[in-house]
């Protein structure tokens, strides 16, 4: 069983900063791969951001320049770091890994989502 915990969440004005953390753990042979996704009222569920074992990233258009993603693969950790944070940004964020539990079998992990509001 693998558990993803998400944190850093809350209320931030327009044009501030916020770090969201993940962190993995349970039964974890290794990850191949964290991210984040958002979703807004109303929305569907959207990719921001991930990065995989090697530390290559990828991100979504809309959030590139004002988003970090980095990783620590010693402590299972994903981290985002949000900048310039527009009211648009508001969402649930989740947390979501492909985790193999043991050598040739991978699953994918979804947290359980933190609130991130903009406003002022």
């Known amino acids: 069983q693998v558990q993803l915990v998400e944190s850093g969440g809350g209320l931030v004005q327009p044009g501030g900063s916020l770090r969201l953390s993940c962190v993995a753990s349970?039964?974890?042979?290794?990850?191949?791969?964290m991210g984040w996704y958002r979703q807004a009222p109303g929305l569907q569920r959207e990719l921001v951001a991930t990065i995989n074992s090697g530390g290559s990233s990828n991100y979504a258009e809309s959030v590139k320049g004002r988003f970090t993603i980095s990783r620590d693969n010693a402590k299972n950790t994903v981290y985002l770091q949000m900048s310039s944070l527009k009211p648009d940004d508001t969402a649930v964020y989740y947390c979501?890994?492909?985790?193999?539990?043991?050598?040739?079998?991978?699953?994918?992990?979804w947290g359980q989502g933190t609130q991130v509001t903009v406003s002022s």
């Open positions: 979501k890994a492909g985790v193999r539990t043991v050598p040739l079998v991978k699953y994918d992990y």
């Open positions: 349970g039964s974890i042979f290794s990850i191949d791969y």
